[in-house]
């Protein structure tokens, strides 16, 4: 059953892969990604993130909503996001949903801003069975990261981050973490230090404007011409 559910994913790969080098306004292969939206509540400000102009009220997917959700995927669905909007270490039953997730055979993926990843939290995601973890951690040094992550205190989230990666590295568990940097105009100073400070892959990504909604120019004197491919490859739900 395995290497059938491979191979349908795989085809329905290619037909996602040409419906996007067609630029086909009607995708006619199935979301390869389904983002789930936890929640849209976030406990940071970022100057680069959309959320500060959402006017959709806030809230948290139900657990049975979320279940029913999964109960319904195609096979050809590859890997579930619990992410969208928002923190989803917010939500008290996250790592029950990611649990839910892996039971069904399904890989699961996280990402986080890390400020809330205590100890304990550190100690259920990796019990959850996740397999990819994406920590935001922007700005290349603690002046600037303060800056773009409003509310957010430098310390507290190295040392959260490191405290998860040593956990890993003891554990030696099948989770993948990768530490995610937007590039605002990072040094080779700045990028050389990131690798050097974490014991995990790095990402360095584009920035994005969120369809118009984050004024690069503004911020941080930046033009996106980044064309984005989601539309294409994934899905998202939100939280109700």
Sequence with gaps: ???IKKIIQKNNRRVLISDFRKRNKNATGFPAHLKIEMTNKCNLYCIICPIRKMKRPVGFINVELFKSLIDQINKKTEFIYHHFMGESLLHPQLFEMIRYTKKKGILAGLSTNATLLDNDKADEMIGSGLDFLVISFDGGSQENYEKIRELADYNTTLINIINLLKKLNKNKTKLIP?????????????????????SCGIMIKVPKDWAGEVDLEKHHNLVSDHTCSLPWIELSVMWD
């Design 1 to 3: 059953m395995g290497t």
């Design 178 to 198: 990768v530490v995610q940097v937007i590039d605002y105009g990072l040094s080779e100073e700045n990028k050389k230090a990131l690798f050097d400070l974490f």
